[in-house]
């Protein structure tokens, strides 16, 4: 039992305090106080009831109930708690000394002082402190010794992940100064579908995080098996949650770029959802448990980062589309093609970037954190997509790897990333194209257009891949046209966006196999075949965001000239080179 003051004070009732006195003790209650000479006209109850409830819930823990006279005799009450261990004699509760006793006092004592975190809080909490959290310890979760599932007293019904926090100035550490600076930045931006920060405390030594909601799989876990909260759902429902998905964590993304942020690890295994299947990004400060699991051992080559990673983390792409402004790259096909072919094309930016590989040691110019959040998701939407099409994750990653098998035994592990083998890309978008034609269910007829936004998304040339405010349009759109899904999830506006969408069209006219996204861009203000998109009220729940976090602004020049987006991690690119 957790006791909070509002606990405390409905529990100790004067009857309470009778069921636990004898009858001449009960009736001592409404003497006068045996101190002060008469000058008071207070009773034991009255001090009782005003001043010393928690006094004498730890003498009844100790089975000492009837020493609360003799304590209100000597004026103690609740203020004077905590008592030191080295004071705890003078309150004279045992005929002679007893330390065990006086230690138990001591200890008790805490369980009526709690201090219940609320939401933003830092708590630094003594030694002796009772920390008022609930650790989760079922068998089978997904626990390590740095991130546990918790509960708070005060906050039923909902848990946190909790995660320890190495503290110092060696290697893999965060300063004192460097942690509090992650927990202010972490406090300025929530979100439905990304891990947020709860609060703080420390403890023992130890400094720990609570963020919310805990996660009980990722996408990583679900390529591979799907969990019984998705196989249990009808089949409908759960083709639409997965289309939904795509829209909660495109929007999700545009409320970070929509404040200047990046998230800069986008993959299956920072791709969270719950037994509620809700989905969710891992949070973007160096307190994620993933940046607290890479300090332990930071040789390590991390597989999945390079292999959703965006190219230019990699190696510099052509310059020959140098320019700084990511401009709409949706831009409406020929009316004489089809957006439900099965034929992609996913834009290499020029003949430079033919040869990534020969262009690994080049010099890496600055990079924009936004558009590399673009590519990321769209390969983590194409491994969705796949997951509905009812693909192995497994098959994907060799087919992608195909190109790159030799004769003989043994070799380098296969390089299966993305960005190294858009063509094998190509022709895995086209059988998912081709299947989904073939399906009844009116959702698969939006597979075909979200792979066109995709093909965009994976563009080579940084600047030709459209915005998260762009993607988010056009998966809104096929949602609720193609797949006629009437609500989507998670319909915000973040930083005071115009919903006019310029040249972000997908045109659904004709019958001619064969669609190619252009990558074309017009310059000025009239584009031809532009379409503008009806505009959608904000939620309640966008409107309170604006009002706590304020209107941000992004854009895909914005992000390249903050030097603060700029800090991209520094991979080894040697790793891969292929020579």
């Given at each position: 039992?957790?006791?909070?003051?509002?606990?405390?004070?409905?529990?100790?009732?004067?009857?309470?305090?009778?069921?636990?006195?004898?009858?001449?003790?009960?009736?001592?209650?409404?003497?006068?106080?045996?101190?002060?000479?008469?000058?008071?006209?207070?009773?034991?109850?009255?001090?009782?009831?005003?001043?010393?409830?928690?006094?004498?819930?730890?003498?009844?823990?100790?089975?000492?109930?009837?020493?609360?006279?003799?304590?209100?005799?000597?004026?103690?009450?609740?203020?004077?708690?905590?008592?030191?261990?080295?004071?705890?004699?003078?309150?004279?509760?045992?005929?002679?000394?007893?330390?065990?006793?006086?230690?138990?006092?001591?200890?008790?004592?805490?369980?009526?002082?709690?201090?219940?975190?609320?939401?933003?809080?830092?708590?630094?909490?003594?030694?002796?402190?009772?920390?008022?959290?609930?650790?989760?310890?079922?068998?089978?979760?997904?626990?390590?010794?740095?991130?546990?599932?918790?509960?708070?007293?005060?906050?039923?019904?909902?848990?946190?992940?909790?995660?320890?926090?190495?503290?110092?100035?060696?290697?893999?550490?965060?300063?004192?100064?460097?942690?509090?600076?992650?927990?202010?930045?972490?406090?300025?931006?929530?979100?439905?579908?990304?891990?947020?920060?709860?609060?703080?405390?420390?403890?023992?030594?130890?400094?720990?995080?609570?963020?919310?909601?805990?996660?009980?799989?990722?996408?990583?876990?679900?390529?591979?098996?799907?969990?019984?909260?998705?196989?249990?759902?009808?089949?409908?429902?759960?083709?639409?949650?997965?289309?939904?998905?795509?829209?909660?964590?495109?929007?999700?993304?545009?409320?970070?770029?929509?404040?200047?942020?990046?998230?800069?690890?986008?993959?299956?295994?920072?791709?969270?959802?719950?037994?509620?299947?809700?989905?969710?990004?891992?949070?973007?400060?160096?307190?994620?448990?993933?940046?607290?699991?890479?300090?332990?051992?930071?040789?390590?080559?991390?597989?999945?980062?390079?292999?959703?990673?965006?190219?230019?983390?990699?190696?510099?792409?052509?310059?020959?589309?140098?320019?700084?402004?990511?401009?709409?790259?949706?831009?409406?096909?020929?009316?004489?093609?089809?957006?439900?072919?099965?034929?992609?094309?996913?834009?290499?930016?020029?003949?430079?970037?033919?040869?990534?590989?020969?262009?690994?040691?080049?010099?890496?110019?600055?990079?924009?954190?936004?558009?590399?959040?673009?590519?990321?998701?769209?390969?983590?939407?194409?491994?969705?997509?796949?997951?509905?099409?009812?693909?192995?994750?497994?098959?994907?990653?060799?087919?992608?790897?195909?190109?790159?098998?030799?004769?003989?035994r043994g070799g380098a592990v296969l390089d299966s990333?993305?960005?190294?083998?858009?063509?094998?890309?190509?022709?895995?978008?086209?059988?998912?194209?081709?299947?989904?034609?073939?399906?009844?269910?009116?959702?698969?007829?939006?597979?075909?257009?979200?792979?066109?936004?995709?093909?965009?998304?994976?563009?080579?040339?940084?600047?030709e891949r459209p915005t998260a405010q762009e993607v988010?349009?056009?998966?809104?759109?096929?949602?609720?046209?193609?797949?006629?899904?009437?609500?989507?999830?998670?319909?915000?506006?973040?930083?005071?966006?115009?919903?006019?969408?310029?040249?972000?069209?997908?045109?659904?006219?004709?019958?001619?196999?064969?669609?190619?996204?252009?990558?074309?861009?017009?310059?000025?203000?009239?584009?031809?075949?532009?379409?503008?998109?009806?505009?959608?009220?904000?939620?309640?729940?966008?409107?309170?965001?604006?009002?706590?976090?304020?209107?941000?602004?992004?854009?895909?020049?914005?992000?390249?000239?903050?030097?603060?987006?700029?800090?991209?991690?520094?991979?080894?690119?040697?790793?891969?080179?292929?020579?």
């Amino acid at each position: 039992m957790w006791w909070d003051p509002s606990l405390i004070e409905a529990t100790v009732t004067r009857q309470f305090v009778c069921s636990h006195l004898l009858p001449e003790e009960i009736k001592r209650l409404d003497l006068p106080l045996g101190f002060g000479d008469g000058l008071t006209d207070g009773t034991y109850w009255e001090w009782i009831d005003e001043k010393a409830k928690r006094i004498f819930l730890i003498l009844l823990d100790l089975g000492v109930p009837d020493q609360i006279f003799g304590l209100i005799d000597d004026s103690w009450d609740d203020d004077d708690l905590p008592i030191p261990l080295d004071q705890i004699e003078r309150l004279a509760l045992t005929p002679t000394r007893d330390d065990k006793f006086d230690r138990r006092f001591y200890t008790r004592q805490f369980h009526y002082l709690l201090k219940f975190m609320e939401k933003g809080d830092h708590i630094v909490y003594d030694d002796p402190d009772v920390v008022p959290i609930v650790v989760d310890k079922r068998p089978g979760l997904n626990l390590n010794s740095a991130v546990d599932r918790v509960e708070l007293p005060n906050r039923p019904g909902q848990a946190f992940s909790r995660r320890r926090i190495p503290i110092g100035t060696g290697p893999g550490l965060l300063t004192e100064d460097e942690f509090y600076h992650e927990i202010n930045k972490a406090k300025n931006f929530e979100n439905d579908h990304l891990m947020c920060f709860y609060g703080s405390y420390v403890h023992h030594g130890s400094v720990y995080v609570l963020f919310t909601p805990p996660s009980d799989f990722n996408l990583k876990s679900l390529l591979v098996t799907m969990p019984g909260s998705l196989k249990s759902m009808p089949k409908q429902d759960r083709r639409q949650l997965l289309m939904n998905w795509i829209h909660c964590l495109v929007d999700s993304l545009c409320y970070l770029h929509s404040r200047g942020l990046s998230h800069g690890n986008i993959k299956p295994s920072t791709v969270l959802f719950n037994s509620d299947n809700h989905i969710f990004y891992t949070d973007i400060s160096r307190l994620s448990a993933e940046a607290l699991a890479n300090t332990t051992d930071r040789s390590t080559f991390d597989k999945e980062s390079y292999d959703y990673a965006a190219p230019e983390q990699w190696y510099r792409p052509s310059t020959s589309h140098s320019s700084g402004h990511r401009k709409s790259t949706l831009i409406s096909p020929p009316s004489s093609m089809s957006s439900d072919s099965s034929t992609f094309s996913i834009s290499r930016g020029g003949t430079e970037t033919q040869n990534p590989a020969s262009m690994l040691h080049s010099p890496t110019p600055s990079l924009n954190p936004q558009a590399a959040d673009i590519f990321s998701l769209g390969c983590v939407i194409l491994e969705l997509i796949s997951f509905q099409m009812k693909r192995q994750t497994r098959a994907f990653a060799s087919h992608r790897a195909a190109k790159h098998k030799l004769a003989g035994r043994g070799g380098a592990v296969l390089d299966s990333s993305f960005h190294k083998n858009i063509g094998q890309i190509e022709s895995w978008m086209a059988v998912l194209a081709k299947d989904a034609s073939k399906k009844d269910d009116q959702v698969f007829r939006g597979v075909a257009p979200m792979l066109h936004v995709v093909a965009r998304m994976l563009s080579i040339v940084p600047h030709e891949r459209p915005t998260a405010q762009e993607v988010e349009q056009c998966t809104y759109k096929i949602l609720t046209e193609d797949c006629l899904i009437a609500e989507p999830h998670c319909v915000h506006q973040y930083g005071g966006w115009d919903f006019g969408l310029g040249n972000l069209h997908i045109s659904r006219g004709g019958g001619v196999e064969g669609f190619n996204i252009a990558t074309k861009r017009h310059s000025g203000s009239g584009r031809p075949g532009s379409a503008r998109l009806s505009y959608r009220p904000m939620s309640s729940s966008s409107v309170q965001e604006r009002d706590v976090f304020g209107a941000g602004s992004s854009s895909g020049s914005q992000a390249m000239q903050n030097p603060r987006l700029n800090k991209v991690r520094t991979w080894q690119a040697h790793i891969y080179a292929g020579n």
